[in-house]
């Protein structure tokens, strides 16, 4: 197929972050198997990938949460079994622009 820089989306992350001031990056379980490809923190805040459990609690009590400084990048995300959504946390400090760079589960 074709390079996948054609499917990348941005997402604006509200800041600061905290437990239940946070933007979905993955809203069903059925999504969430598959994970995101290409995640890059293109915003001037810090943030954390979290995946969720169906009572919105943090898998693993954080265990699998992914911090990413600005700048930052991983080649794919996978969540672990058992995540009802994945959620991008704006650092609870930073009072600018959160935003993430990533090609969605489904392209």
């Not at 074709?2 to 972050?17: H, N």
């Not at 001031?21 to 915003?43: A, C, E, F, K, M």
């Not at 810090?46 to 400084?69: H, W």
């Not at 930052?72 to 400090?93: A, F, L, M, Q, R």
Request: glycine fraction near 12%; include cysteine.
């Amino acid at each position: 197929m074709g390079d996948d820089t054609t499917y990348l989306e941005q997402l604006d992350i509200k800041c600061p972050g905290t437990s239940t001031n946070y933007t979905v990056l993955i809203s069903t379980p059925w999504q969430s198997q598959y994970g995101v490809s290409r995640l890059t923190n293109v915003g001037e805040c810090t943030v954390f990938i979290s995946p969720l459990d169906a009572d919105g609690k943090p898998l693993g009590k954080g265990k699998y949460n992914r911090e990413l400084a600005p700048g930052d990048s991983i080649p794919h995300y996978y969540p672990p079994e058992g995540t009802h959504k994945v959620v991008v946390v704006c650092h609870e400090t930073c009072n600018g622009g959160g935003r993430i760079q990533y090609v969605p589960p489904n392209a």
